[in-house]
């Protein structure tokens, strides 16, 4: 049982879920199809993601030991070994099932896949090219399910996935200033320790601020409709709260931001998902 507790906080399948739904959009928004191709589509995202939190926890353990001794290689559940057998396994089940979708999304899955493994071992530590890389990989799970589903273009999946990718954008960099203590001993160069509070600061205001912009516009330009707008006023609320609290960001209270964003995040794809499901 501790074992099997250790995976799933190695693992993190509930933050997994969210890479399912963000699929689950793209291919409704892209007319959906046969509910064998649907499963392969709803599948693939959260084997990778799931590979890459396990990658991550492999090269993070030092860091982890600092900031997150509560984490399962840390406290000896979960050894190195496993952690990288976890991703090798996960990345290349999702890779193979990947290519029953077609070039595209198999293209797509062993992109990413390898992103994650570089993200974790080089760019982690490099700051603001990390946060990007682990934004578009959660924008990149609407693009994912859309060319699962559609062969067209279409403007409201990139309109979805840029906002998932600015929202999650700002968290990324929330969380840099709640691990600030155990990355400055590591000699990282995240945003804050790179660019200081301030500008750290100002950048999440702007991620948040353009967020909010570009959740009001599938809703004006007719592409989705009031159950959409429900949800996205919900969720632009959160943001704004968290926007004016922005001041008083710092390692101390960035995990309740970090908490407030996701809260946000998961209303925001709500809304999505439940307007297109329910057309």
């Given at each position: 049982?501790?074992?099997?507790?250790?995976?799933?906080?190695?693992?993190?399948?509930?933050?997994?879920?969210?890479?399912?739904?963000?699929?689950?959009?793209?291919?409704?928004?892209?007319?959906?199809?046969?509910?064998t191709?649907?499963?392969?589509?709803?599948?693939?995202?959260?084997?990778?993601?799931?590979?890459?939190?396990a990658?991550?926890?492999?090269?993070?353990?030092?860091?982890?030991?600092?900031?997150?001794?509560?984490?399962?290689?840390?406290?000896?559940?979960?050894?190195?070994k496993?952690?990288?057998?976890?991703?090798?396994?996960?990345?290349?089940?999702?890779?193979?099932?990947?290519?029953?979708?077609?070039?595209?999304?198999?293209?797509?899955?062993?992109s990413?896949?390898?992103?994650?493994?570089?993200?974790?071992?080089?760019?982690?530590?490099?700051?603001?090219?990390?946060?990007?890389?682990?934004?578009?990989g959660?924008?990149?799970?609407?693009?994912?399910?859309?060319?699962?589903?559609?062969?067209?273009?279409?403007?409201?999946?990139?309109?979805?996935?840029?906002?998932?990718?600015?929202?999650n954008?700002a968290?990324?960099?929330?969380?840099?200033?709640?691990?600030?203590?155990?990355?400055?001993?590591?000699?990282?160069?995240?945003?804050?320790?790179?660019?200081?509070?301030?500008?750290?600061?100002?950048?999440?205001?702007?991620?948040?601020?353009?967020?909010?912009?570009?959740?009001?516009?599938?809703?004006?330009?007719?592409?989705?409709?009031?159950?959409?707008?429900?949800?996205?006023?919900?969720?632009?609320?959160?943001?704004?709260?968290?926007?004016?609290?922005?001041?008083?960001?710092?390692?101390?209270?960035?995990?309740?931001?970090s908490?407030?964003?996701?809260?946000?995040?998961?209303?925001?794809?709500?809304?999505?998902?439940?307007?297109?499901?329910?057309?």
């Amino acid at each position: 049982m501790r074992k099997i507790t250790g995976y799933l906080q190695l693992l993190r399948p509930k933050n997994a879920v969210m890479s399912a739904i963000g699929s689950t959009i793209g291919w409704l928004a892209g007319g959906c199809g046969d509910l064998t191709r649907y499963l392969i589509v709803a599948t693939v995202p959260p084997l990778v993601l799931m590979g890459g939190n396990a990658i991550n926890d492999f090269f993070d353990f030092e860091i982890d030991a600092i900031n997150k001794p509560y984490r399962p290689i840390p406290r000896g559940i979960i050894s190195r070994k496993e952690a990288l057998f976890s991703y090798i396994l996960l990345s290349s089940v999702a890779i193979t099932i990947a290519l029953l979708l077609g070039w595209i999304p198999f293209l797509i899955a062993v992109s990413f896949s390898i992103a994650w493994y570089v993200y974790a071992r080089t760019l982690k530590a490099k700051g603001l090219i990390g946060n990007v890389i682990v934004s578009t990989g959660v924008g990149f799970t609407i693009i994912f399910g859309y060319i699962s589903a559609s062969k067209g273009v279409s403007l409201l999946p990139i309109i979805l996935a840029l906002i998932a990718f600015t929202a999650n954008l700002a968290r990324e960099i929330v969380k840099t200033v709640e691990d600030l203590p155990g990355d400055k001993k590591a000699g990282l160069s995240t945003v804050p320790i790179r660019f200081g509070m301030e500008t750290t600061k100002s950048l999440t205001r702007g991620l948040i601020a353009i967020t909010c912009l570009l959740a009001l516009i599938p809703f004006l330009l007719g592409l989705m409709k009031l159950l959409y707008l429900a949800f996205s006023l919900s969720s632009i609320l959160i943001l704004i709260y968290i926007l004016v609290q922005t001041d008083r960001l710092s390692p101390e209270t960035a995990a309740r931001y970090s908490g407030l964003l996701k809260v946000a995040m998961a209303l925001g794809l709500l809304g999505m998902l439940l307007d297109l499901l329910l057309r």
